[in-house]
């Protein structure tokens, strides 16, 4: 028999100044199965959270729906395949781990670079090792 192991928390989320300053519950669109890790960002329309979302800085036509804007790091998996679901952010003040973080498919060093600045702005860093 073997037996697996899930991810902790622990293995993502190293700091945070205080749990009910830095976590936020948050409405996860339908549509997605995001595991915790997973940078998210809010839909201006909506206020429903995605994955962050990738946005080609040569496109001066690119439409954006704010989702692009790296809002937190989801600190639970959610299941939001066939409903919303509510979930859990980091979204302010933290240190986690940038092995465990998620990135979109596809997404280039450069703009990995971009998603961590914008996730610093609003104090979440990330370390090698923590």
């Known amino acids: 028999m073997n037996i697996e192991e899930k991810d902790r928390l622990l293995s993502l989320l190293k700091y945070e100044a205080e749990k009910n300053y830095c976590r936020e519950v948050v409405t996860i669109a339908q549509g997605q199965n995001l595991k915790m890790g997973t940078i998210v960002g809010e839909k201006t329309a909506d206020g429903m959270y995605k994955q962050v979302s ?8 690119a439409t954006t729906d704010g989702t692009e804007i790296p809002i937190g790091v989801l600190l639970q998996d959610v299941d939001a ?50």
């Open 54 to 61: 990738l946005v080609d800085p040569t496109d001066e036509e």
């Open 81 to 130: 395949s066939t409903a919303a679901q509510q979930g859990l952010i980091v979204a302010r003040d933290a240190i986690v781990v940038e092995s465990q973080l998620i990135f979109p498919e596809g997404a280039t060093a450069d703009q990995k670079k971009a998603i961590k600045k914008g996730l610093e702005a609003r104090g979440i860093v990330s370390r090698i090792a923590a």
